[in-house]
């Protein structure tokens, strides 16, 4: 079966050390997203990548980083400077298109999330 | 003022009563999403809608784009529809077709 994959679900992560969140999809898509969700918050995107070897930043990319190295994968590092770490992280996909119509034919799949806590 | 405001935040039913969760928004937009969110975290998209009304099983969505509005309708509750449902939309102008996202309704839906 087609999904996104996140792995770990829970990590635990001491201040001051980076950390590399999973993200593996067998979908075929070509954009992928990380979004960060807090109790009580909508979803923030943090960065996302439309293609291979390509990605833009969203609104909270402050402290985190990035790659594209191939298309099913898309991993997070969140920094030793990102300031508020602990959060909920959610990787997403979707097929990205030209103009409106895109989204009239292609959802947001999601993974399960990382739980991510730094003490 | 956030630009996508679900109500209410927190809902409690009993099984068998219907539901409605509502979403406003301020901005001109090409779509709206529903999306559920299991008690585990994981998030799956229920409905895509721009215009009208659109049905699968015991869940109906519709949108008013003139009242910048739309709302989420369950028919029949049960316990498992225990979830959390978030609205998104897109930003008719963003270039990147990128999400607005409400915070979230929690239903609990009690046996």
């Known amino acids: 079966d087609g999904g996104i994959t996140q792995s770990p679900k829970y990590l635990f992560r001491k201040e001051g050390q980076n950390v590399t969140l999973s993200c593996e999809q067998n979908l075929n898509h070509d954009a992928m997203y990380w979004y960060r969700q807090d109790p009580g918050q909508g979803l923030r995107l943090i960065y996302y990548s439309q293609i291979v070897n390509d990605f833009q930043k969203g609104d909270i990319a402050e402290g985190y980083s990035v790659s594209r190295e191939k298309k099913e994968s898309f991993p997070l590092t969140v920094t030793s400077a990102q300031k508020n770490p602990t959060a909920f992280y959610l990787c997403?996909?979707?097929?990205?298109?030209?103009?409106?119509?895109?989204?009239?034919?292609?959802?947001?799949?999601f993974g399960n999330g990382t739980r991510l806590t730094v003490t | 003022k956030n630009e996508v405001e679900q109500s209410p935040q927190n809902l409690t039913a009993q099984e068998g009563e219907f539901i409605t969760i509502n979403c406003s928004y301020s901005?001109?937009?090409?779509?709206l999403h529903w999306l559920q969110q299991h008690p585990g975290g994981g998030i799956v998209s229920l409905f895509m809608l721009s215009s009208g009304k659109k049905k699968h099983g015991r869940l109906i969505a519709t949108i008013n784009i003139q009242e910048k509005h739309s709302s989420l309708h369950i028919t029949a509750s049960h316990p498992r529809d225990s979830a959390v449902y978030i609205c998104?939309?897109?930003?008719?102008?963003?270039?990147?077709?990128?999400?607005?996202w409400g915070a979230g309704t929690k239903l609990i839906i009690k046996p």
């Open positions: 901005v001109g937009i090409s779509a």
């Open positions: 997403a996909s979707s097929i990205p298109g030209q103009g409106i119509r895109r989204m009239n034919n292609s959802p947001l799949h």
């Open positions: 998104a939309v897109i930003p008719y102008m963003d270039s990147n077709y990128q999400l607005i």
